[in-house]
């Protein structure tokens, strides 16, 4: 998707500062988190003394692959909080957990599939189909979204390499930073299971049902959303003082 399908979220959240990382000319997995934690640190310089407090506060925000990111950056002391929208920890399952997450193969398959001459329209418009309930179909022809976001083929190559390698699982066991997770109850790319599997792992994490929501919870849905959002914020200032 395009930047620009943040835009409603933006208006509801309008007291904040908000930072858009750009993925569509990506070219490698890895940097999908470079450009992340460039911008995080850009936008979050170190006090000049280690006794000093932050003067602001950075919540990352990420949905889909870019929740995998966000959990990079909480994990990794680049954030102070993060908002988890339609994501999981691990995205490439096993058969073992395949209602979890999508196969590998199945993965691969996309991957050889947009290698090929011409196959890019035909795996993006497969994959679109999967991503919206019919009210958020409505939501994204009233906006005019593309079905590609006008990502390089590229960059979403690069994209499936980091869901195949990507793993958080665990990793944000030992945080103490606010998590939020949003999960559409109706998702059929990321299933409900993998949400419940991410609170389950994040200790004091908030998990919060978007009922009948498909892959992209915050479409339409936005000012419930920013309802929750505010409450994480505020209990993350009231944490850092």
């Not at 992340?36 to 602001?56: E, I, Q, T, Y």
């Not at 995998?68 to 920890?89: E, K, M």
């Not at 994959?127 to 590609?148: S, V």
């Amino acid at each position: 998707m395009p930047d620009t399908v943040w835009n409603g979220l933006r208006k509801e959240l309008q007291e904040y500062d908000h930072l858009a990382v750009r993925y569509d000319d990506v070219r490698a997995p890895g940097e999908f988190v470079q450009r992340a934690r460039s911008l995080a640190a850009a936008a979050m310089p170190a006090p000049p003394d280690p006794g000093w407090p932050r003067s602001r506060t950075l919540i990352a925000a990420g949905w889909s692959l870019g929740g995998l990111v966000a959990q990079r950056l909480a994990a990794s002391g680049h954030a102070d909080a993060a908002l988890l929208l339609g994501t999981t920890g691990r995205f490439a399952r096993g058969r073992e957990d395949a209602a979890l997450g999508w196969s590998d193969r199945h993965i691969r398959q996309m991957i050889a599939a947009l290698e090929r001459s011409g196959g890019r329209t035909q795996v993006l418009q497969q994959f679109h189909r999967l991503l919206f309930t019919d009210e958020e179909r409505g939501c994204i022809a009233a906006a005019g979204f593309p079905a590609d976001g006008g990502w390089s083929i590229e960059a979403l190559l690069a994209g499936l390499h980091y869901l195949r390698e990507e793993d958080m699982r665990g990793r944000l066991a030992h945080t103490a930073c606010p998590i939020l997770i949003m999960h559409g109850t109706a998702d059929r790319v990321i299933p409900w299971g993998a949400a419940e599997e991410l609170h389950a792992m994040i200790p004091g994490s908030e998990l919060v049902a978007v009922y009948g929501a498909g892959h992209v919870p915050f479409l339409g849905r936005e000012n419930e959303l920013a309802a929750a959002a505010r409450r994480m914020i505020d209990a993350c200032k009231q944490k850092l003082g």
